[in-house]
């Protein structure tokens, strides 16, 4: 990640490349390479080591869950607070589309509602239960609670 960074700066671009971990807890953490501040000219990198916030961890999450790529877009659009019709325009479907994804992924995810849906996927180390994942549950389920 620090010679990513090196790489980056000798090529002009502006950009701190960053990596997710998991620490032996099971926490993810966010770590950044960016240039030390105040010596231009030199080659040195500093690294943070942060905890990684939800919108971080949230790919990762759809990701054990399942969730399709057009799930994943209305999921999206329920953290950021819109409504079945709201969504249902802005992804050119409709509502009844809209709620079908809703319920695959409510499925997925153990939850019944879009308010814990939201809780889930926005409060690191919140799970609702692993219920109707078929064959994979058990995995799924191991690597979700090693996350808390």
């Known amino acids: 990640m620090v010679a990513e960074a090196s790489r980056l700066r000798q090529a002009g671009h502006m950009v701190s490349p960053f ?15 960016a240039p030390l501040s105040g010596d ?34 209305v999921v999206r659009e329920v953290v950021a607070g819109a409504g079945t019709t709201a969504i249902a325009h802005r992804l050119a479907i409709s509502a009844y589309t809209v709620q079908d994804h809703l319920k695959s992924v409510f499925r997925k995810v153990g939850v019944r509602s879009r308010r814990e849906l939201v809780h889930v996927l926005t409060h690191p180390g919140a799970q609702g239960p692993v219920i109707g994942l078929g064959l994979g549950a058990t995995v799924r389920k191991e690597m979700l609670r090693a996350r808390t």
């Open 19 to 33: 990596v997710r971990a998991r620490t032996r807890t099971g926490r993810w953490l966010m770590l950044r390479a």
């Open 40 to 73: 231009p000219g030199s080659d040195r990198t500093v690294v943070t080591v942060e905890p990684a916030s939800a919108e971080h961890t949230m790919e990762l999450d759809l990701d054990l869950y399942d969730v399709t790529p057009r799930e994943r877009m």
